[in-house]
């Protein structure tokens, strides 16, 4: 069974830094589209960022120029690091990859921006 752990949530003020990471277990996260996904409070679970297996990554407009995805093949583990935070990046943030035509998601960390 594929595994996701997220980790690195935290509280930081309006313009801080988190780095979140996602250790991924029976899966090789550089042979597998990765992505970082949040859901603040009353929305909708949102993408973030996302890396193919080939190392091509996307945002979302609202983190663009902020968030950088990133992987290390040998530790087997997905990156975010979110820079210039604000206030609506807080979410519960997930990490999520897709093997078998099945979709595995991590249990989530916490990211909260005080203003």
């Known amino acids: 069974q594929v595994r996701l752990v997220e980790s690195g949530g935290g509280l930081v003020q309006a313009g801080g830094s988190l780095r979140l990471s996602c250790a991924a277990s029976?899966?090789?996260?550089?042979?597998?589209?990765m992505g970082w996904y949040r859901q603040a409070p009353g929305k909708q679970r949102e993408v973030v960022a996302t890396?193919?297996?080939?190392?091509?990554?996307n945002y979302a407009d609202s983190v663009k120029g902020r968030f950088t995805i990133s992987r290390d093949n040998a530790k087997n583990t997905v990156y975010l690091q979110m820079n210039s935070l604000k206030p609506v990046d807080t979410a519960v943030y997930y990490c999520?990859?897709?093997?078998?035509?099945?979709?595995?998601w991590g249990q989530g960390t916490q990211g909260t921006v005080s203003s």
């Open positions: 999520k990859t897709r093997s078998y035509f099945e979709d595995f």
């Open positions: 029976r899966i090789i996260v550089s042979r597998n589209a």
């Open positions: 890396i193919t297996s080939g190392g091509n990554t």
